[in-house]
């Protein structure tokens, strides 16, 4: 039944209905964060494994493409929910290769509400589903390794998610009669499922309280009914699924936990070695909604943070890279979906290699690529910030770190690549734009770079002289200096006094614990 047609048809199915359901799915997004993106992010997430399988060729054996469908949102995911949808994905590839779950209880030990009783008094339900067919049987395989696996990717799991509902959909697939078809096994398992949507998500004090279902949970449903369509080779959908819940505008109370910035990146460690469990301990002693997913010396980690920088060095168990920092409450990736940006809005990308201005650049409503030594900038890395900012068109600001490979292939938005070749201008193209989110903050950023004088000071001692020269042969309103270390009082009277000298207004940004000791820019 599961065959590479199928599996195929689900993966570009999925991303059909989850463009559809986006709306729906990010109206009720309370929980850990009442952002309004999970839908959105689930749609990113589905799309890159989409992609993926689409570039197989053709004559891909099924447990292939299950694992490039997998992969591809593996390293697409964005937000809490794409990780966690990520890894389910994962998970399932494994079930149908034959892998029970890690711990083959752990997704049948309990019955979530709602949903019957999985294990009788006959044994456990894996033991029970040896005697299906084996479409059957690699069914419930795949859906109990899936819901393991969803599970380990969160460092503090909650009830009454899209990890519940996962472990009940395994759960009453692995009850049903012996005797009962696959296709209607999948079908059965999903109707229940729909139908303890509710009271799953009650058991949660947040959603309970917001009187939703866990957007998260609504994600994994549309996933799953894109599975049954493609087994039962029902036309992909052209409307919302009708159980979705209504598209509403909420007046959600503030979320539980805290993390102004989201932090996501990949680490590449050495083959066979697992970083999983390090990579969340070390994470959560920084941030919160940590989730960590991946295999094969490939993890991908969600990180919600006040202190951006903090999260990549911890993360410094292999080679980081697509490394992208964004305010947890910014719009973002709206242009995947079907429903555009507001006309005219723009986003700005901000490349740096100064884990240390992640924040500083994210709070001014610019996505953050930081570019870690470790590896090179990739296009695909620069496809996705500029993706993240949700924008129709945007500017990006290359800060020296980003080379023109890098910028030649830039699918989607409309980008212009801006005159910032360092961390000063990218400081003042940012100050300029200011998150405007308009096309007239993107102009005054090119106005401000095309006045700017800069000096760049490699030693400490030379930052009088450098300040003199400066401020006597440029004229302006505002002196711009990135410090690399901690300004020293006497450092700081400089840069005071020659500002007040020429009537300039000063701006201090740092340390950026990188680069030349000063860059200056009179504007």
Known sequence: ????????????????????????VDAVNVFPVADADTGTNALLTITGGAEAVTALPVG??????????????????????????SQYLAGFADGLAGAAPTDPS?????????????VGSGGSALAQAAGRDEAAADVVRALAAAATAARAAVAEPSEGTVLTLADAVAARAASLPLELPAVTLLGTVLDDARAALAPISAEHPVLRREHVPDAGACALLVVLDALHRAVTGTPEPTTPASWLPPVEHHAHAAHEGGGAFEVMLVVRASPGEDVSEALKRRLSAVGDSVAVVGGDGVWHVHVHTDHPDAVIEAAALGAREQVVVRLVDAPHGQSAGEEMPPAGRWGMVACTAAPALAAWYAAAGAVTLVVPPDAPVTAAHVARAVADTGADDV????????GADALAERPGPVVEVLDADDELRVVVAVLAWAGSGAAAGVHDAVRALGRLRVVRVDVAEALPSALADLVSSAEGESMTVVHRDPLDATSKAYVEAAASSHGLEPVLVGPTGTGAAFWLGVD
């Not at 039944?1 to 729906?24: E, S």
């Not at 697409?76 to 966690?84: E, T």
């Open 1 to 24: 039944m599961l065959d590479a047609d199928v599996l195929r048809a689900w993966a570009g199915g999925a991303r059909t209905a989850l463009a559809l359901a986006r709306p729906a």
């Open 60 to 85: 891909t054996d099924a447990l292939d493409v299950a694992r490039a469908f997998a992969r591809g949102a593996l390293l697409a995911a964005r937000g809490n929910s794409g990780v966690i949808l």
């Open 106 to 118: 752990a997704a049948l030990l309990t019955t979530p509400v709602g949903v019957p009783a999985a």
């Open 395 to 402: 500017a990006l600001l290359p800060g020296g770190v980003v």
